[in-house]
C-alpha cells in the first residue's frame, strides 16, 4: 500500500514570510501524481497545486511551489509572501489510477 | 460550473440509527468517491466509484456502511447502525476519470454519534 507521511502536525509563519510544509510517501511506481491540498475551517478541500511525477520541473501556482524530489520521494510545499488566508489545513496527496491517499495534515498559522 | 454538491451539511444522530448522506458530483465526472476524515487525521478512502460500477470499497466496514451510485451520477453512503467512532466529517469528490487527475471535493457532511 501506498502511504503519504506529513511529519509536521502544525506549523506557523509570520505574515508575509515564507514557509515549507514537507510531505513524503511511499510508491513503487514511477508514474504518478502529487497534490497539495487547503483544507479551511469551512472544511472544502481546494486543490492548490499538483505535481506530474514525470516531470522534472517543479510546479508553480502564483505564491506556491513545491520541491519535487523523485529519489528521494519528497514534496514539500513552499508558501511564499503568506497571508492571513492561508491559514488552514494542508494535505498532501499521492494518486495513481485508482489509488488516490492522503497524509495527516498540516495545520498552518498565519501570524498577523 | 457548479461544485460537488452534499446534504446534509450536519447530521446528529444516536448509536445505533440510521443515517444517510447524498453526493451529486460535477457533471460529467465519472469518478466519485467517498472519505471518512475523523478528526485531527487525513480523509480516508472509504469507496470508489467508476460510472454505477465500485472500483475499490476495501477499507468500507461494510456490515454497517453501504454505497450506491444508481445511473452513475448521484451517490448515497448509508450507516447502520451507527457506532460512536462514525463520528467523522464525509466527503464526497469527483472527478473526470480514474486516472491522474485531480479530485474536487465538496463541502462535506459532519456526523456527530451520540
Known amino acids: 500500500a501506498q502511504t503519504v507521511t506529513q511529519s509536521q502536525p502544525e506549523m506557523s509563519v509570520q505574515e508575509a514570510e515564507t514557509v515549507t510544509l514537507s510531505c513524503t510517501y511511499d510508491?513503487?511506481?514511477?508514474?504518478?501524481?502529487l497534490f497539495w491540498y487547503k483544507q479551511p475551517p469551512s472544511r472544502q478541500m481546494i486543490l492548490v497545486i499538483r505535481q506530474e511525477a514525470y516531470k522534472q520541473q517543479n510546479a508553480t501556482e502564483n505564491r506556491f511551489s513545491v520541491n519535487f524530489q523523485k529519489a528521494a520521494k519528497s514534496f514539500s510545499l513552499k508558501i511564499s509572501d503568506s497571508q492571513l488566508g492561508d491559514a488552514a489545513m494542508y494535505f498532501c496527496?499521492?494518486?495513481?489510477?485508482?489509488?488516490?491517499?492522503f497524509g495527516t495534515g498540516t495545520s498552518l498559522t498565519v501570524i498577523p | 460550473e457548479a461544485g460537488v454538491a452534499q446534504s446534509p451539511r450536519y447530521k446528529i444522530i444516536e448509536k445505533r440509527q440510521s443515517v444517510a448522506f447524498w453526493c451529486n458530483p460535477i457533471s460529467g465526472h465519472a469518478t466519485l468517491y467517498w472519505y471518512q476524515q475523523i478528526l485531527g487525521q487525513g480523509p480516508k478512502l472509504l469507496i470508489q466509484f467508476q460510472n454505477n460500477g465500485v472500483v475499490d470499497d476495501s477499507q468500507l466496514p461494510k456490515d454497517r456502511f453501504s454505497a450506491e451510485r444508481l445511473k452513475g451520477v448521484d451517490s448515497t453512503l448509508k450507516i447502520q447502525p451507527a457506532k460512536l467512532e462514525d463520528s467523522a466529517v464525509y466527503l464526497c469528490?469527483?472527478?473526470?476519470?480514474?486516472?491522474?487527475?485531480?479530485?474536487?471535493f465538496g463541502q462535506g457532511t459532519r456526523l456527530t454519534v451520540v
Open positions: 510508491t513503487s511506481e514511477s508514474d504518478y501524481y
Open positions: 496527496a499521492y494518486k495513481r489510477g485508482n489509488q488516490f491517499y
Open positions: 469528490a469527483s472527478s473526470f476519470t480514474a486516472a491522474n487527475t485531480e479530485a474536487f
